[in-house]
């Protein structure tokens, strides 16, 4: 299967972030393209998981 791109979005809220990191490293580690777009405040741990980040 060839890597499927995905891009999440979210607004800055632990809520509506942290629900979705699971399912995102999981793709991620299945070699599918993740991109995060949200407030810098997330930046930092986007980092940390080696995602990329896309600004608000």
């Known amino acids: 299967m060839p890597p499927i791109k ?3 979005a979210c607004i ?4 509506h972030f942290n629900p979705v990191t699971e399912l995102a490293m999981h793709l991620k580690n299945k ?4 991109q995060w777009y949200t407030d810098k405040a ?14 608000l």
């Open 12 to 15: 800055p809220a632990d809520g």
């Open 31 to 34: 070699e599918h393209d993740v």
């Open 42 to 55: 997330y930046e930092d741990k986007l980092k940390q998981m080696e995602i990329p980040y896309i600004p």
């Open 6 to 8: 995905n891009l999440f």
